[in-house]
């Protein structure tokens, strides 16, 4: 499965992006450039989710910004993986799942009338627990995407440069043409974030992508985060709290209400949030008192 | 979607950072292009950096202290007292960043020993910023009375707590072990010298009331020194346990 491959949208191919053109070229035309740590890009408005009527997550109000990592923390079933797939519209895929508030991706409505999922999903990646990688050769996973969005350029300088920007391509160089399963799990994982790299998306989300991985493949992963965040954003779900404490520069928590629906807590630098909460809840949670 | 955008057309740039991390990783069958302890380790360097620079500062402050009292220079000594400020705020900048260590990344064994054994360091540094300062208090209460002799020992005290804390400072920084031990056997010198100054400063005040203030004043710094020299000790007992795991008490 891949997120390129959403179902067909009803929308005529021309349907304007209602995306701001200025982030459209911003991978090439401003990297050279140093990027504003404090710009904003996912502003969360009173958000909330639902599935049905139950409601999922409750009345969010965050900024991302540029250029950070971003741990979303909080116990299972606090809406942490539901929040994270509100920002690429993922959530779409659920028949019953709507949205209230807003989340504004560079200033635009995500959710507004005319924006395109499978162009979300072409700029916000996704990457996700369990590696995923295609049936095919480990040139192809990466080479996929962009053959489905018409890539005309040099495929395989694209595949090079996004396996290493991955961290993996000395290991698979001298065979590409390998089933990209043969590799072992962290190897994988880098794979799909090779895949994820190769449309040249702006975010990338990472949905809980060290669970399947031995600690060692676990740091690799973080460590590779962190030279990623020089061009990207990311935001990523964990429920293994030291993860985002180690890879995280602002952390997020959330927690469940009595409703049962998830609603934030604090969002507060990592090393602010687990030396010094300001909230009581943020506290128990971390020191384990709760959860 | 659109046609495909300029994004396409980007030229690879080798990652110099992924480049260089892969150099260090040789000899790894999976991940070689990741080094997976860079935060760890930057962090790490960034505390030990700041430790040496507080070691640096007292180090000065005591040698400023010592020659305000050779000079009988209460502006020196003013010098002493007023940047002792800056040793109390990177020490606290060593705690909280220890603390920020500690929290996020999670040290073990070696690493996690070097943190404490940090934080220990340098809330004995610290101190011995404390120390200067009274040594330089005391250089102007001394410049303030009739000048006597200063006893030969001070200069050779101080002369020694320097020459002791760089020692210490190394072997924190190679985490020698045997350093760190020949820096805690050197102590017993400073006590020698603290015992001669003692005696000599009793004996002067016995035959010559008048000098009282003076030789007690200058009791006073001898003990300082001698007391500084502990706290120099404990930093090598902090090498020992971070070199062996061990606590032991060298003093």
């Not at chain 1, 909080?74 to 949205?99: E, Q, W």
Request: with cysteine; proline share 6%; charged share 25%.
């Amino acid at each position: 499965m891949s997120i390129k491959l959403a179902p067909p949208v009803t929308e005529p191919a021309t349907t304007p992006v209602a995306i701001r053109p200025a982030s459209l070229t911003s991978p090439t035309a401003v990297t050279p450039e140093p990027a504003d740590p404090a710009e904003v890009v996912f502003a969360l408005q009173d958000f909330s989710c639902y599935y049905g009527s139950f409601r999922a997550v409750r009345e969010i109000n965050l900024e991302i910004e540029r250029n950070r990592i971003t741990a979303i923390i909080g116990p299972s079933g606090c809406g942490k993986s539901t929040l994270l797939r509100s920002f690429n519209r993922m959530n779409d895929l659920i028949p019953t799942a709507r949205v209230d508030g807003r989340i504004l991706y560079h200033g635009v409505d995500l959710y507004a009338d005319g924006v395109d999922p499978v162009e979300v999903r072409r700029r916000i990646g996704m990457v996700f627990q369990k590696p995923n990688p295609f049936p095919k050769s480990i040139y192809d996973n990466v080479a996929f995407g962009p053959r489905v969005a018409g890539f005309r350029g040099d495929l395989a300088a694209l595949v090079e440069e996004s396996l290493r920007r991955a961290a993996l391509w000395d290991e698979v160089k001298d065979k590409l043409k390998s089933p990209g399963t043969s590799l072992s799990g962290g190897q994988q994982q880098r794979l799909c974030i090779a895949r994820a790299i190769a449309v040249e998306p702006d975010v990338i989300l990472m949905d809980e992508p060290c669970s399947a991985l031995d600690p060692i493949a676990t740091l690799r992963i973080e460590e590779l985060m962190k030279e990623l965040r020089e061009k990207y954003t990311i935001v990523i779900v964990t429920h293994n709290m030291q993860q985002a404490a180690r890879a995280s520069d602002t952390t997020v928590f959330l927690t469940m209400g009595e409703d049962r629906a998830g609603y934030l807590v604090e969002s507060a630098p990592t090393e602010q949030l687990f030396t010094r909460p300001t909230n009581e809840l943020t506290e128990q949670y971390i020191t384990g008192r709760f959860g | 979607m659109s046609d495909q955008d300029p994004v396409t057309t980007q030229q690879p740039d080798p990652d110099p950072e992924i480049e260089v991390a892969s150099a260090t990783d040789v000899g790894e069958t999976e991940g070689g292009g990741v080094d997976t302890r860079a935060t760890l380790d930057r962090e790490l360097r960034a505390v030990k950096d700041d430790v040496l620079r507080l070691g640096a500062l007292v180090e000065v402050a005591l040698e400023r202290a010592g020659r305000a009292v050779y000079e009988r220079d209460p502006d020196l000594a003013d010098t002493v007292r007023w940047d002792d400020a800056e040793v109390n705020d990177l020490q606290r900048r060593v705690s909280n960043g220890i603390s920020v260590v500690l929290a996020t990344q999670q040290p073990m064994a070696r690493d996690l020993r070097e943190l404490l054994a940090l934080y220990h360091a340098a809330a004995e540094l610290e101190r011995m910023g404390d120390y200067a300062v009274n040594i330089a208090k005391l250089a102007q209460q001394l410049a303030s009375e009739p000048e006597i002799p200063l006893f030969s020992q001070i200069p050779i005290m101080e002369r020694l707590c320097r020459s002791q804390l760089r020692s210490a400072m190394r072997a924190l920084v190679d985490v020698s072990e045997s350093d760190a031990r020949a820096v805690c056997a050197n102590d017993d010198e400073l006590d020698r010298l603290y015992d001669a100054v003692y005696r000599g400063a009793m004996d002067l005040m016995q035959a010559d009331p008048s000098r009282v203030p003076q030789a007690t004043h200058q009791i006073f710094i001898a003990h300082h020194l001698e007391r500084l020299g502990d706290r120099v000790t404990n930093i090598g007992e902090d090498v020992v346990y971070l070199a062996t795991g061990q606590i032991e008490d060298l003093n």
